[in-house]
């Protein structure tokens, strides 16, 4: 009889304390979230695993994650991508997209596709068939295309809800999407009591405006075409938050409910080159990026050319007349724009090369890849065969054709003026040259 009662004491104070632990993480996990944002990653899935400032990657993604899960075991960890998040050029891209998708599926990541990502179409479905991939013009929730501006709702919030808004805009990309600002405020005029972080490819116009709407908004959240990232900035009760660098950067936002209204405290950080990275996802990415870089090479060896018309000679070739324009071309990031493309990984990716380097598929790169490499003179002069006595009247024409690489895209900021003053070389002097002024010496 006694041993009865004993256990059935046992028994009550058992379930008594089960019923208090789960009281209390219901408690905690209602005060205790955060938010693990990345964006603007566009597929590199090894940003910069380079020699000059190892940074981002989705496996130290992993280890900062797992490293915030276990500062505090009790609080949700909510990972977010923000848009673009595939890459749409060069042979690889579905093999490193179907990679990148598989990652943010596997890791519970919620995902928004921006304009850039949407003219994927179908096909996205085949990168990412997560639950959750929202904002856009049109996304996926459950197998459902769903609605631009979706709403996560988060499983918390008794006395106020507290809503992720998925909203994106136009920007660079060719894809026309519905105005930001109405968007917004059709979907808080449907819950105005509510708070809200809203995130996507935002200007900093429209964040400016968004936050001078009459409601709780806590974060902005934006990857914004070229843009680098920020430290947060708070306007008036709004973090406002750039991440840029395809996904080198990270935005850790703590949410809490306090005193009757919710509170965010974000902070942004290098995906650092001294963190190391999960080794399983190591792997994953080694493999997949050697596959590009298979992929890459075989369509590279199909834009072998033969030369026509005239041919390209190479930089240094003119630099043994041209000495003062040579030096000048030296300094700049003309001369080292194929290099440049290592930092990414793509240094073999026939779609970048076509404007890092010179006369590309057209009897220069990559058939003399070592002749070539860098933005060459004859990428805005004349091919150099026959020259001199050639035409150099030829050679100044057209060579103000800045544009076939300066695109809206690749180079928002060009101003041809500006940018033309920045490679200016003609010295009009050349060494060991026949002038009309050493021809009338003579
Ligand atoms: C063997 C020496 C030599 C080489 C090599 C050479 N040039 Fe010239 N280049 C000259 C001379 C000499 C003139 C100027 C003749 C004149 O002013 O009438 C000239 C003129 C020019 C001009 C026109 C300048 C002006 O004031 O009108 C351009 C542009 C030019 N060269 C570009 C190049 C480029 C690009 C290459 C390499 C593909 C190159 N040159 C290779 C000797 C050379
Ligand atoms: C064949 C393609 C191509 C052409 C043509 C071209 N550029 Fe560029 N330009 C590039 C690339 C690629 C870069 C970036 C190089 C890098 O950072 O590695 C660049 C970078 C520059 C920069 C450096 C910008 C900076 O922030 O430092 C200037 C300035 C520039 N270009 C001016 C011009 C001008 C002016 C013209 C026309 C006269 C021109 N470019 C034509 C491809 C091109
Ligand atoms: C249509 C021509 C074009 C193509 C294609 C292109 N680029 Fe560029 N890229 C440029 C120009 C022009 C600049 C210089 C922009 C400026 O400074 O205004 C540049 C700059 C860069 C820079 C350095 C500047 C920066 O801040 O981003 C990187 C890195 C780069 N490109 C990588 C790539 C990669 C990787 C690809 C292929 C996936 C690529 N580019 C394809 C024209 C191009
Ligand atoms: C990004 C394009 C670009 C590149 C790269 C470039 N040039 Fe030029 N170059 C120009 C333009 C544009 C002019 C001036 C024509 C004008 O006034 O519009 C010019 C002018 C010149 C002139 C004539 C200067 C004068 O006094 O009239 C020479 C010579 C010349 N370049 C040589 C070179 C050599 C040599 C290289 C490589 C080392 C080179 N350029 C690389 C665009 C380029």
């Not at 639950?131 to 919030?157: I, N, S, T």
């Not at 290592?342 to 598929?361: K, R, S, Y």
């Not at 805005?380 to 001199?388: A, L």
């Amino acid at each position: 009889m006694r041993r009865h009662v004993k256990m059935l004491i046992f028994a009550a104070a058992v379930i008594g304390m089960l019923a208090i632990l789960l009281l209390f993480q219901a408690l905690r996990s209602e005060n205790e979230v955060a938010l693990f944002v990345t964006g603007g990653a566009e597929g590199f899935l090894e940003p910069c695993g380079c020699r000059t400032s190892p940074a981002g990657g989705i496996s130290r993604r992993v280890t900062l994650i797992e490293g915030a899960r276990a500062e505090n075991p009790s609080r949700k960890i909510i990972p977010v991508e923000l848009p673009p998040l595939f890459m749409d050029r060069g042979p690889a891209k579905d093999v490193i997209n179907r990679a990148f998708g598989e990652f943010l599926e596997s890791r519970g990541y919620f995902v928004s596709p921006g304009p850039g990502d949407l003219q994927f179409g179908e096909k996205l479905r085949q990168y990412y068939r997560g639950d959750y991939c929202l904002a856009g013009e049109a996304g996926f929730r459950d197998g459902e295309v769903v609605e631009l501006g979706g709403f996560k709702h988060l499983p918390f919030g008794k006395k106020g809800r507290l809503r992720l808004l998925f909203i994106s805009e136009t920007g660079l990309s060719e894809r026309k999407l519905p105005d930001p600002l109405t968007l917004f405020r059709e979907k808080i005029r449907e819950a105005p009591d509510d708070a809200y972080i809203v995130m996507g490819n935002l200007s900093p116009v429209t964040i400016q405006e968004m936050v001078k709407e009459k409601v709780r908004l806590l974060a902005a959240v934006s990857v914004w075409g070229h843009m680098v990232t920020s430290l947060p900035q708070k306007a008036d009760n709004t973090w406002a938050i750039f991440l840029g660098d395809k996904g080198r950067r990270y935005v850790l936002i703590e949410i809490g409910y306090f005193d009757g209204r919710w509170e965010a405290w974000p902070r942004t950080e290098y995906i650092g080159k001294d963190l190391k990275g999960d080794p399983t996802v190591d792997r994953s990415v080694e493999e997949t990026l050697k596959k590009a870089a298979e992929m890459n090479a075989a369509e590279l060896g199909r834009k072998l050319s033969a030369p026509s018309g005239k041919a390209f000679t190479g930089s240094a070739s003119c630099g043994r007349c041209h000495a003062k324009e040579y030096a000048v071309w030296k300094q700049t990031r003309h001369s080292s724009a194929t290099a440049t493309l290592e930092i990414d990984h793509q240094e073999g990716n026939p779609e970048c090369l076509v404007c890092h380097t010179t006369a590309f598929g057209k009897g220069g790169y990559p058939d003399r890849k070592e002749l070539f490499e860098g933005v060459g003179c004859e990428s805005c002069h004349e091919p150099g065969e026959g020259h001199p006595p050639g035409p150099q009247a030829a050679m100044k024409q057209g060579s103000r054709n800045c544009g076939s690489c300066h695109t809206r895209r690749d180079s928002p900021n060009f101003n041809e003026e500006i940018y033309f003053r920045m490679i200016e070389h003609g010295s009009g002097r050349k060494e060991g040259a026949v002038t009309p002024e050493t021809r009338s010496e003579k």
